[in-house]
């Protein structure tokens, strides 16, 4: 992670055709002193020209995406995954949803396009976009025809019947005829024009029109649909019903409706305006590419040959731009070559007026997809920059009290902030004082924990959140009111802008989760150093006569865990680029799920035992315990819950640092030798961030416990005597 701050921000909007170009770029050739943020609605980028084939089967999901997780871990790029709300061009800031604006020097916003906006909706309609949830929702409803209508052919419209509608048309059939049962299908092509592929030479059409025919497409040409809601199917604007079962909806590209929250000038269409450098008419740091662009005089096509072209050009602009030098013109191409992928083994072929259906144009086609992506899917991690960037200013560190960040600094953080106060602190943020102080109820003893760890995501806003999560876990485990945090933070070096920046957004993310448990912050310290860290004291009250205790287990306790092991194995994946991006969203979830209902649940029902798993992996935690009761245990090694993708990173032999100095636990496991190479095994040993509870509860309430957790906490073993002189964990399958 960063361990010092550059100077300016680069900000990707979208990671499109061209924007993906400029992450290439980064791995190879990173600006000094600079950081590239990309912010994403998904984790994930598809690519269109291979959305046809892989509907087809020609191609695996797999093939046509862009993990940006990977792609971003292994180019050094930050990633925001987050929803854009409006743009503050004259303060050069982006505003989020759910987190404070990103400040940046440079924007190139490429989200792409949109089909135009369904007429009205029954369910009964798929639109194409997102791509990255097409395919999943398509066979969703394909799924449910099967189940609906066994005993008659499917009624399916495509609504749009330019080149996107046609492929989707034909790569479709390909879809149905595989499935199980061998699905009958009638397919309907809607369009508003007269013609299919309007903008094509008249040779494509004829020869597409010829495709369609043989392959029994209906067309339904100079027919607008004005309304999907109806039952009979969707209504035309002559007022015949077309029954479908169901509608795609591939309708030519509108411009998405966040472009024109932006505040930029847009054309008619909605599509921003942009210069031949790129840059929005109407603001020198932000640039527009891909379909989201529009020329003022010149407009060209919405294709993705464009967007890639634009990309060198977006490149050179953006480092011109942060050395203040002139830019460079993109100049759209006349003509293209365009590759329509018929689904049979041929695609059609056009370029400028020579149109061709052949499988060569296939093959072609291949050839061109095929090593384009493998550009964006090499996920080999970068070499390190090594050259920090410390500025000019500030030549020389302090270490002591002279590393704090300036009181001047900080108080602007502090002012920002949403930190609500309680009765119970007397003395706290609002009146900044040397010493917090805080009024414990009554009769009540003080708990206090404090926990902190180095940055392991370059999102300090997401990194705020876990911390604060996995400081507060101590105090749900011990069954203990949290009344106020103070937080413990190290600052990257680096420009007092972006000092504040990322001061700013990891107190906010802090605050979002104490917020949420009802817990003031009320002080803290912070210093400047050469690696990110955050953590937090946390102060609480308990009644010390009911607190639970590690050691307080009885002979035949069930053991109950409440979340997935694996987190240390990702994030050890994550650091060498290899934890995919869905596997990251549920790591994401598991170490934001905060542990307070589970520990309120072991407090309603008074249970004995209770632990958080974290830092010494789930066998050092269980040993602790056992040897705390001085009693054994059995797991059930196979009842284990795991992360999605530990498995898979555990058998690669990927592994925490802490993992080996947790494995002095492992003198207390017993089991058949081969579960040892089992890589649930190997997990036991797996520190765990913001992890779940350990509980132990007898039989008799096992069963309430469970549902009072609900889904995902897992009974994993039972407390047992100890059978020798010392505490054992015997592993069985
Ligand atoms: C089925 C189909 C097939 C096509 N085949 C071809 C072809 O073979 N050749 C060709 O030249 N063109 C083709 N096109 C057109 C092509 O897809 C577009 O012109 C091209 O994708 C535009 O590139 P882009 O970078 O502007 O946008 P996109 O490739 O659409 O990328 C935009 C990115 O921004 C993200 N995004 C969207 N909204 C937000 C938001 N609010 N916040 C953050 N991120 C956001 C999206 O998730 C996406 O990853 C096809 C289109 C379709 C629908």
């Not at 795609?248 to 031949?276: C, K, M, N, V, Y």
Request: aromatic residues 4%; contains cysteine; proline residues 6%.
């Amino acid at each position: 992670m960063q361990d010092s701050l550059p100077k300016h921000t680069v900000v990707l909007l979208g990671a499109g055709h061209t924007n993906a170009h400029i992450i290439k770029m980064w791995r190879m050739q990173p600006i000094r002193d600079a950081q590239l943020v990309c912010v994403s609605n998904f984790g994930i980028a598809t690519y269109s020209g291979m959305l046809p084939g892989t509907l087809a089967g020609q191609y695996t999901p797999s093939e046509m995406q862009i993990d940006l997780v990977r792609l971003c871990a292994a180019s050094q790029v930050r990633l925001i995954q987050a929803q854009v709300t409006g743009l503050d061009h004259e303060n050069r800031q982006l505003l989020l949803a759910g987190r404070p604006p990103l400040n940046y020097d440079v924007l190139s916003i490429g989200i792409g396009s949109v089909p135009t906006s369904l007429p009205s909706t029954n369910g009964i309609e798929v639109p194409i976009k997102p791509m990255q949830t097409f395919l999943s929702r398509l066979d969703e409803r394909l799924q449910e025809l099967a189940e609906k209508i066994p005993d008659r052919p499917w009624q399916i419209t495509i609504a749009g019947a330019g080149a996107a509608g046609i492929e989707i048309a034909l790569c479709l059939q390909n879809r149905l005829s595989k499935m199980s049962a061998g699905a009958a299908f009638e397919i309907s092509l809607v369009d508003r024009s007269d013609k299919i592929l309007k903008n094509m030479p008249a040779r494509t059409r004829s020869l597409a029109q010829r495709v369609l025919e043989e392959r029994g497409i209906q067309l339904r040409l100079g027919r607008e649909i004005v309304e999907i809601s109806n039952s009979e199917g969707p209504r035309l604007d002559d007022g015949s019903n077309l029954p479908s079962d169901l509608v795609l909806w591939a309708t030519s590209a509108t411009s998405p409706p966040l472009l024109r929250q932006l505040g930029l000038p847009t054309d008619s269409r909605g599509f921003l305006l942009i210069r031949e450098t790129l840059q929005s008419t109407a603001a020198d740091d932000v640039f527009v590419v891909g379909d989201s662009g529009s020329g003022e005089t010149q407009p060209w096509p919405k294709a993705g040959v464009y967007a890639v072209r634009q990309g060198p050009v977006l490149w050179e602009n953006l480092r011109r731009r942060l050395a203040n030098q002139p830019l460079i013109k993109w100049k759209p191409q006349g003509s293209f070559l365009s590759l329509l992928n018929t689904g049979d083994g041929r695609a059609l072929l056009t370029y400028k007026r020579f149109s061709i259906l052949a499988r060569w144009c296939w093959k072609l086609k291949d050839s061109i997809d095929r090593p384009f992506m493998a550009m964006y899917q090499n996920y080999e991690p970068a070499m390190p920059i090594s050259e920090t960037s410390l500025p000019a200013d500030k030549p020389m560190y302090c270490g002591g009290c002279g590393c704090k960040v300036d009181a001047d600094l900080l108080s602007r953080v502090l002012r920002q902030l949403d930190n609500p106060t309680t009765p119970q602190v007397l003395v706290g943020l609002e009146q900044p004082d040397d010493v917090a102080v805080l009024q414990p109820a009554t009769g009540t003893a003080i708990a206090a924990t404090a926990d902190f760890f180095t940055s392991f995501l370059d999102d300090p806003h997401l990194m705020g959140r876990i911390a604060a999560l996995n400081a507060l876990s101590d105090m749900h485990a011990k069954g203990a009111k949290s009344i106020g945090a103070l937080a413990l933070v190290t600052v990257p070096h680096g420009p007092r802008h972006q000092q504040e920046q990322y001061l700013r957004e990891l107190l906010d993310g802090s605050l979002l989760e104490l917020r949420e448990a009802r817990v003031p912050l009320v002080g803290g310290h912070t210093i400047e150093g050469t690696q990110a860290t955050i953590g937090f004291t946390i102060l609480g009250e308990v009644d010390p006569a009911s607190m639970p205790s590690k050691g307080r287990l009885q002979e035949g306790d069930h053991l109950v865990l409440t979340k997935p092991l694996g987190s240390g194995i990702l994030l050890a994946g994550h650091s060498r680029a290899l934890c995919q991006s869905p596997w990251m969203e549920t790591l994401l979830d598991a170490m934001l799920t905060s542990n307070q209902a589970a520990g309120h649940v072991a407090r309603q029902m008074q249970l004995g035992a209770v632990t958080d798993v974290t830092g010494f992996g789930f066998a050092g935690h269980l040993v602790e315990m056992l040897r705390a009761g001085n009693l054994s245990a059995e797991l059930s090694l196979g009842a284990i819950p795991l992360l999605p993708g530990a498995w898979e990173l555990a058998s690669q032999g990927v592994e925490s640092t802490l993992a080996p100095g947790n494995r002095a636990a492992e003198s207390y496991l017993q089991g058949k030798a081969s579960l040892n190479t089992d890589p649930r095994y190997a997990i036991l040993f797996d520190p765990q961030t913001s992890g779940g509870l350990l509980m132990a509860v007898s039989e008799d309430r096992l069963s309430e416990l469970l549902d009072r957790l609900g889904a995902g906490a897992i009974a994993i073993g039972r407390v047992v005597k100890n059978a020798a002189a010392r505490s054992l964990i015997q592993l069985l399958d």
